[in-house]
């Protein structure tokens, strides 16, 4: 008989990557700086690569439904913050050089 060794029950988190735009214009705006700062700092809001760009991450749960409406809430609260937000691979009109890269070296090594 084989015996299997019980562990912690399985959790999901999601992430998503989206650029900031001009609510008006749609281009890109790297406001990222700013945007973080109005919120405060915590590990559920961040930077990616790009000036235009933030990183949302739920928290671990053990319901996908739990980590959706983590990242509703957390779309919510970076719009409160003054923030357009666009869930796009790349930006449909951007040019290479048009979004700054963050000023951290993790970035600038992407470039």
């Known amino acids: ?16 990557e989206l650029l900031l735009v001009d ?3 749609l281009q890109l705006t790297p406001v990222a700086a700013e945007v973080l700062a109005a919120l405060g700092a915590g590990p559920s809001v961040g930077h990616e690569a790009y000036a235009a760009e933030l990183e949302l991450r739920s928290a671990p749960s053990d319901r ?12 919510a609260r970076v719009a409160a913050a003054g923030a357009t937000l666009l869930g796009a691979g790349v930006h449909p009109s951007g040019r290479y050089g ?4 963050v000023e951290l070296d993790r970035y600038r090594r992407v470039d």
């Open 98 to 101: 048009d979004a700054p890269l």
């Open 23 to 25: 609510p008006e214009t």
């Open 64 to 75: 996908v439904a739990g980590s959706v409406d983590e990242l509703r809430s957390l779309r």
């Open 1 to 16: 008989m084989i015996e299997f060794a019980s562990s912690a029950p399985f959790t999901v988190g999601l992430e998503e």
